[in-house]
């Protein structure tokens, strides 16, 4: 029996020790609701997840992007489906207009509804989207992807040929009229060319909001899986280990108690 050495109140200590750094950590993982505590703890986890939060954010970005393109091309479409009511009635009033029995006193009253409806497609051709034109010839890059990659929509001009020469058209007569039908018939077929254009555009854009919130839910779930602590099976750590720290603080004072027994030897 030695008193200078204490080894197994040593060995307690240390045991003890260890616990209780073990249950701080579970402690903290529980409180803080992160598996990853401190770097040290996992350093190759704690570099792949680091990353993710950025990048989460930038593919929330390009969903608002995409979600913004939608918005303009259906803003387009609208504006296109109120040209096309226009040239339907455009087209009706230069075919009245042809009419044997209308005189041109008759032709010019058909000539006033004429005129608003083509002032009405003038004035579309200089509407915008918070600021940016809609109907130009610029084309407009969508981003795909959070690393910044785009696609191109074509821009869509109402002042090309086809269309002008429909809007220029009278029907203050009837060779007039016949004329202004054959160009209002081309801007017609033009309009829905560009309108099925747009339904292409709006179709690829859906597609990649579709695949842009896919892939930010599995990417939510990979850093889940690395940074995020399961809170049953830390719960039953934390449970052992405040076991053991409080046998070992209990076993600590039996072990630091051990060299009294010499005393009795002495007397």
Do not use: C
């Amino acid at each position: 029996m030695i008193i200078n050495m204490n080894i197994t109140a040593q060995v307690s200590a240390n045991n003890l020790q260890t616990n209780q750094a073990l249950l701080a950590r579970s402690l903290a993982r529980l409180s803080s609701g992160s598996k990853i505590v401190q770097a040290s703890e996992a350093p190759a986890g704690r570099a792949v997840s680091s990353p993710m939060p950025a990048q989460l954010q930038r593919l929330q970005a390009a969903q608002d992007n995409v979600g913004h393109a939608v918005s303009f091309t259906q803003t387009q479409d609208g504006y296109l489906r109120r040209v096309a009511e226009a040239l339907e009635r455009m087209s009706e009033l230069s075919l009245l207009a042809q009419d044997v029995t209308k005189s041109d006193a008759d032709r010019q009253l058909y000539q006033l509804e004429f005129d608003q409806l083509t002032q009405y497609i003038a004035d579309v051709t200089t509407k915008d989207f918070n600021g940016v034109r809609l109907f130009t010839a610029r084309p407009l890059g969508v981003n795909l992807d959070p690393e910044g990659n785009t696609f191109t929509m074509e821009g869509l001009p109402l002042d090309i040929p086809v269309y002008a020469q429909a809007w220029a058209s009278r029907v203050d007569t009837r060779e007039n009229a016949r004329l202004a039908l054959d160009r209002i018939k081309l801007a017609m077929a033009q309009l829905a060319q560009d309108q099925a254009r747009i339904g292409a555009y709006q179709a690829r854009l859906n597609s990649t909001a579709e695949q842009l919130r896919v892939s930010q839910e599995n990417l939510t779930a990979a850093h889940s899986r690395i940074q995020d602590v399961d809170v049953a099976a830390e719960s039953t750590v934390y449970a052992r280990q405040q076991i053991l720290v409080q046998s070992g603080t209990a076993m600590l004072a039996q072990a630091n108690a051990l060299p009294q027994t010499a005393l009795r030897l002495l007397g």
